[in-house]
């Protein structure tokens, strides 16, 4: 078991949950102390699309000490390296196939893709 981080915006986990029916995904950025929650509407999960969105929030709340992420493929390329190193960060891939491994994100993508599919089926506009 890993130790809680001890102040907000330490460490955080990001996902992406979708992609949705209209072609959106949402990247979802977890703080590891607070459990808040910040999340962007996105249209491609590339490393082109993730870093700026996440350099974004860094300008807004600071720069976290370790971003924990999965394997997939915005997180795993030379961009990718090379932004962490350049912002100071540390990347933390978590175990490869147990999404569990991250439950906060896991479990606030579970919620989310729920409600944006309740959304749907009632034909009520999940962006607003």
Known sequence: MSPLPKRPWDEL????????PTGEYLLI???GFSR???VEIVYSTTTQTVNPKLNQ???????PRILKSEN?????????????HKLGFTHRKITPLWP???????RFVRSLNK?????ESESLNWET
């Not at 929030?57 to 720069?63: D, E, I, L, R």
């Not at 493929?73 to 962490?84: I, V």
């Open 57 to 63: 929030m860094f300008a807004t709340f600071g720069t």
């Open 100 to 106: 569990e491994a991250d439950g906060e994100a896991e």
């Open 72 to 84: 997939g493929a915005p997180f795993n390329g030379e961009n990718y390296a090379s932004f962490a």
């Open 29 to 31: 950025v977890i703080d």
């Open 36 to 38: 808040f929650p910040e």
């Open 13 to 20: 986990s990001v996902d992406f949950a979708g992609p949705f």
């Open 115 to 119: 409600f944006v599919h309740t959304c």
